[in-house]
């Protein structure tokens, strides 16, 4: 079986660029998540999707970042403008039933 | 709120040791979930274990174990018999319910020497 797949694996952009993360979840998982992770630090849930609608996003950083689920499957993560506190590696992650989360091997953003 | 604490930061044995990685949690929730993943260089965090908030049994896989104490709010792994392909981060979570939702510890460094 297939496992979460992210793209790029690395992004290196000055600030106030902009950049866009996509993830494909394991087939068949309806919960999709986005997780922060700074480095020494561990990950903090940004958003969860179940299906293609929106079911956490209160630590999400509205005026900069974005991220949508269309049609239930893939999901991009966007950061825009970027700040130099953005540099973190970006965790997908999916689940069938909320119970047991499988991750990505991350996307990881440097903002110089 | 949810709280998980993993007052180790660093720890270094070396191979063939025993080594117990803590972690403490705080809930004020009834239903909750615990869980420990590994984190290799490569970054993708590896699921190794998922203990619900009524089963206190301790688990064995092979070389790792867990200790699940209500009584204290802790989750320990111990890993027997240690390997240098043990060498990771390793994080404690946490989930209220069914949520999903994760918070995470700090992370535990172990460095496994040859």
């Known amino acids: 079986e297939a496992g979460v797949a992210q793209s790029p694996r690395y992004k290196i952009i000055e600030k106030r660029q902009s950049v866009a993360f996509w993830c494909n979840p394991i087939s068949g998982h309806a919960t999709l998540y986005w997780y922060q992770q700074i480095l020494g630090q561990g990950p903090k849930l940004l958003i969860q999707?179940?299906?293609?609608?929106?079911?956490?996003d209160s630590q999400l950083p509205k005026d900069r970042f974005s991220a949508e689920r269309l049609k239930g499957v893939d999901s991009t993560l966007k950061i825009q403008p970027a700040k130099l506190e953005d540099s973190a590696v970006y965790l997908c992650?999916?689940?069938?039933?909320?119970?047991?989360?499988?991750f990505g091997e991350g996307s990881w953003l440097t903002v110089v | 709120a949810q709280k998980v604490t993993q007052a180790q930061t660093e720890i270094s044995v070396v191979e063939k040791e025993d080594v117990t990685l803590d972690c403490v949690y705080e809930t004020r929730d009834t239903t909750y979930y615990l869980f420990w993943y590994k984190q290799p260089p490569s970054g993708e965090l590896v699921f190794l274990i998922r203990r619900n908030s009524f089963d206190e049994q301790n688990e064995i896989s092979g070389r790792y174990s867990w200790n699940f104490q209500k009584s204290t709010s802790s989750f320990n792994f111990t890993i027997t018999a240690s390997q240098v392909v043990d060498s990771a981060v390793y994080f404690c979570a946490s989930a209220s319910g069914n949520t999903g939702k994760l918070i995470f510890g700090q992370g535990t460094t172990l460095q496994v020497k040859p």
């Open positions: 999707f179940q299906n293609n609608g929106v079911v956490d």
């Open positions: 992650a999916s689940s069938q039933d909320r119970n047991t989360i499988y």
